[in-house]
């Protein structure tokens, strides 16, 4: 399943980075979903997979009798999921607020912070 | 030997820095008087200067210091034997004049206590740098003076000439600062000398050395820069933007003098080669003619003087090269002389300044009647300088000359220089002395009058000094000249140079450099007016190379930010991930860490479903044209990785998964209707093949990253601890839910404070819109329905 799952998060990784070498803010959004779910799959996988039961102690017991997968990978994932949505989330916000001023998503037309003519620094003492 | 040997000797070196911290207070309490208690400082370090000379003269060097770093053999040591000792007093003694001269002619000025202790900085860090020691020592009071002099060139700060006059100097003396850096350490590695006194007692180690070469070359590099010799002279005449006081006491008395010290130190270590009595001729000759020449094109007083002390160091450096004993006699009574009669000429024009309102030399005249004092010391230094009899000057010449006359070319083309060099000295020393003091007063001066004491005390002092010293010549040579000399040779030399007529070839020389300097006096006027005129037609000089330089400076670096931080994200994005690509790949394959190659996985059908369909979500948003196919396609990646946790026993995952996809593309579907964008980037191809090769790199680094981690034995001892205590510590059935909210509930908050914000932050983003400027498109919330 290790394989399985490397190969799944190799096409998670490559599509994420084709997306956000676009120079469009969407896409570059869309990018960042993938790169969540990518990094998500390999913190799981790292963990070791099979299809076991869930890490739950049974009423009355005070360990699990079976092997369960491992809890680890799956709370810093739990974590990581709902940070990713709210950083989707506020990067939507932005990228949309962003197209309401300057009329596009087109990062080469964003350039308010490192305008294009920026002229020489004084050359005086 | 340890410090309570020689206590008071460091008291010299503390003096003046107690005197520069004390400086702003006294001044503010007793305004421009301060000048007397702090010139006591001064007054105090050469009193116990003088104190110790007994033992100089004798020929007994006085060592005295402590361990600074230990572990790198570095010392915070200081010698002081004939040349530190003479330096030592010229830095003290006229330290003492400049302050008291600096008390008047800065009098009510409301940075005069700044100016204080500034000067008495850069007094305690030329002390420091004549008596150091050790090489380290040294180069760190050597870059003391040059930090020292930017504050005080820089003094007037708000004039545009004053900061660029500060930041060349800064520049040129600084770079002269790394070059003797990169000099000392070399002398290190190569010999292992570590101080002064140990390269003065290894003989030949050093003109043995294979690094002789470039040694020599950066001390002269560090020398030259110091000493405004050619082509680095030309800090030396724009940092005459700093008051007076400054010019009297940095640029002609101590701080310009310390390449020559340096040279003169070094001379029985490096000196007595065929490339030491080459460069040093050539540069030192050189600066002599262009210096004098430059002197007399000019109009402004402290300009001639300006560069007639490049001139001065032109000659030292000359002479210090001519390799015979009796011309390095010369370049040290030389080297006294000048100490003398150009602190005080530099003062007399600043007391001609501050007394009838100028200083440019065709607007001046007639000032004999209404400063006396001043007119007197300008010719007690203008003698001394002419080289004329009974002054120190003269005897400084006759040495000069009886050091270089030969009858072999090279004696002859440096007598030459010389004599052409001191005739031209000889005119700008009178143009200074005699012009504003002469002939009719002009209509443009209102009510000249003479300073106050503290502004003539200094130059008068200076110049009977120099009377008295040459009339009591056979003393000042036992105290003085004699040990200094020797010091400068490596061996005992007795100067006994007296004021008296020896009918021969210096006398003879004197008398042509006489004659030759009136002769260029009376034609001031149409030399100066010859020489300008060559000046403008060269045209390009060193100062104007100095301009484009630095301009060149701030073009590089702002073509170099530009293509760095071009301002284009892709240019970034780009970037980062073929650094992330080559990271993640090329120490696999350099290290040999790639994984092996697997088998196809044995799997079920419903988990190949799974897989294939989280895929296909993928592939499909790549490759889709529309916008809604897109979101769709987003969610149903998202639910296959959803999916694949609820396989893999991890429901809560799934569960949250399922949530947040829905919610995502939702959001999404939402946001895409009031966004008129197309989803497909429309990428030419010339960019999508460079993109998608990055991109697959970037995703095979990530993907045989994990193979080759998942091909590894497993560590299961963290897992096993939260299994084990899930029930026994915390009291909970489900392990993940446990983790979260006990072993790490701290993270946990840390999350929510995050979601929060974000929260926030969308929330302000979409509601405040106050103070934003007019959107550069309809608003589409307003043209949509």
Redesign the interface.
Known sequence: ???????????????A????????I??ML?GM??LG??V???I????????????????G????PDA?????P??L???A??????????L??????A???????D??K??L????E?G??P??? | MTATDTGPLFLVLLFPLLAAALAPLLTSALGHRAAWPLALAPAAAFAIVAANGGGVSAGQPLLFGFDWIPSLGIRFSFRLDGLSFAFALLVTGIGAAVVLYAGGYLKGHPGQGRFFSFILMFMAAMVGLVLADDLMTLLVYWELTSITSFLLIGFDHER?RA??GA?QALVITGGGGLALMAGLILIRWATGLSSMSEILGSGEALRQSAYYVPVLALILVAAFTKSAQVPFHVWLPNAMEAPTPVSAYLHSATMVKAGVYLLMRLNPALGDTAAWETILPLFGGATLITGALLALAQTDMKLILAYTTVASLGLMIMLIGAGSETAVEGAVLYLLAHALFKGGLFMVAGSVDHGAGTRDLTALGGLRRAMPITFAAALLGALSMGGLPPFFGFLAKEETYSGLAGLDTRALILTGVAVAGNALMFSAAFLVALKPFLGKQPETIHHPHEGPVLLWIGPMTLGLVGLVAALGASFTHHVVSSPMASAVMGEAVDIHAVIAFHWGVPLMLSLLTVGLGIALYLAAGPVRAVLQKAVTGVGWGPDRGFDQA??GL??LA?SVT?WL??????FY??TV?VI?AAALLLPMIAFGGLPTV??V?A??FY?WTV?FM??AG??L??ITRNRLT?IVS?GV??FG?AL??M???????SF??FM?ET??VV??AL??T??R?A?D?H?PWIQVVP??T???A???????L??A??QMP?N?A??DF???H???IAH?????NV??VDF?GI??MG?IG??MV??L??LA??RIRVG??A???P???ETTP
């Open positions: 399943m290790e394989v399985a799952l490397s190969a799944l998060v190799a096409l998670f990784f490559g599509a980075v084709y997306l956000l070498l676009s120079k469009h969407i896409r869309l979903v993938f779910n990518a998500n799959l390999l799981f996988t790292t963990g070791r997979v099979a299809s076991v039961a869930p890490p739950v102690i049974p009423e017991a005070t360990v699990p369960v997968a491992n809890p680890l799956q709370a994932i739990l974590t999921i709902v940070i990713s949505f709210s950083f989707f989330a506020f939507l916000v932005l990228a949309y607020r197209y309401q001023d300057i009329g596009t998503d990062t080469d964003m350039r912070a490192e305008p294009e920026r020489l620094p050359l005086g003492y | 545009e900061r660029r930041i630095m301009g701030v073009r702002f530009r931080q071009s301002g284009r994200l892709d994005m780009t991930f992330v697997p088998g996985p799997l079920e988990e897989l989280a895929a993928v592939i948003v790549l897109a987003l990646q998202g990785v694949l946790f396989f893999m026993g991890a429901p809560d995952l949250t998964q947040v919610l995502s959001i999404l946001v895409m009031r966004l964008v989803v980037d990428r993109d998608a990055i991109a697959v970037a995703g095979a680094g990530f993907g045989l994990l193979l981690v998942t497993f299961a963290l897992s939260f299994i084990r899930s029930y026994a909970g059935h489900n392990i993940v983790i979260i790490r993270d946990t999350e995050v979601v974000t929260g932050a969308i983003l979409i934003r400027r959107p550069a498109m608003d589409p919330t």
